[in-house]
């Protein structure tokens, strides 16, 4: 029942600590905003990370988040879950990481964008160094393509 931490709960622990961030979005309508906000990452028993989230949208709303992410060994790969107190469904998260081991590739699937069904997502966490990682958020279009819609630089405070 109880499990222990493995290499793969160890490179969550990259993110682990205080962070502020610029996210600079494009939509596919084209209109573009920046946000600003800080984040504070915690550890949940070695297995689990924690990432609690806030700021104020480009229209001055205030909003707040939280992402979860471990990984599941009996599956073999990353998983999580992402939710805004700006949206009323969860995204549940699937990894794993790239050849190059410094980016954690999540997928999800959630409301398209027109807002006319499911659309497939993935946000990529990529750690630049022990104080810097980037995070992007992609949307596949209907070729099967990835658009880039959001990229957000995090710097541990």
């Not at 961030?21 to 924690?50: A, E, Y």
Request: proline share 3%; charged share 20%; aromatic share 10%.
């Amino acid at each position: 029942m109880f499990a222990k931490p493995q290499s793969e709960h160890q490179w969550l622990e990259q993110i682990l600590g205080e962070w502020e961030f610029d996210h600079d979005c494009k939509m596919p309508d084209g209109s573009t905003t920046t946000t600003h906000g800080k984040m504070s990452c915690r550890s949940l028993g070695g297995m689990w990370v924690i990432c609690e989230s806030g700021g104020e949208s480009a229209e001055g709303e205030p909003w707040s988040s939280i992402m979860t992410l471990g990984f599941d060994t009996a599956d073999g790969h990353y998983v999580g879950t992402f939710v805004g107190s700006m949206m009323s469904n969860i995204w549940p998260y699937e990894g794993c990481l790239d050849e190059s081991g410094q980016k954690l590739l999540l997928s999800s699937r959630g409301p398209a964008f027109d807002g006319a069904g499911k659309a497939n997502y993935r946000d990529t966490i990529h750690i630049l160094d022990k104080d810097t990682w980037m995070m992007t958020s992609e949307l596949q279009d209907e070729n099967g393509q990835w658009i880039e819609f959001m990229s957000g630089k995090h710097t541990r405070c």
